[in-house]
């Protein structure tokens, strides 16, 4: 599985961060018989091995049969919005799309016992914040219990492709048109206008 991605809109793996920090729910596609597995779940990475990404799957899900036999693919969405042809200064424009995207490919490793217990708790630390819930909350039974509910890995990523379609093939003139629509829009166009590059 390979990504469409024209050299002007080529971003190197370190961009993924920033990627993967619009939006780290990401869709985790792993080859299995006639057609693929899809499963939509969060994954950030993993602070004792920069080259890896951690998550988990419900048990129950058929997905987790299919994960450590053979590699996946990770899709990240970042930013992205429309474009109206109105906001060019050129001629003969046409509507487009912007966006950001990462794919991280790479083979899955199971993550169980305490460092699934730390693999839960970076998960909800990230999202509450120090003063927030976490793990010891929960009574240790219940702890239990839902870990084994679910199959945690360690996606071990050999090789990122990375894009950012963000108007950098359009004159300066016509991209800054495209920032000032953007910044009089929503949140989401207010978004997408900051991780535009400036001409």
Known sequence: MSLYCPAAFRADAAYAAEVMADNPLATLITPAGTEPWLSHLV?????????????????ANPHAQFLFDQDSVAVFAGVHGYVSPRWYVSDGMVPTWNYRVAH????????????LSALLQQLASHFEGPEGWNTDAMPAAALAAMQRGIVGFRLRVRRWEVKAKLSQNRLPADREGVIAALE????????LAAAMPRP
């Open 104 to 115: 991280a490919h790479g083979r899955a490793e199971p993550v169980a016992g305490e460092e």
């Open 184 to 191: 009089q829009g929503d949140e989401a166009a207010r978004q």
């Open 43 to 59: 994954l950030l990475p993993d602070p004792q091995q920069p080259d890896c990404l951690l998550g988990h799957l419900a048990r």
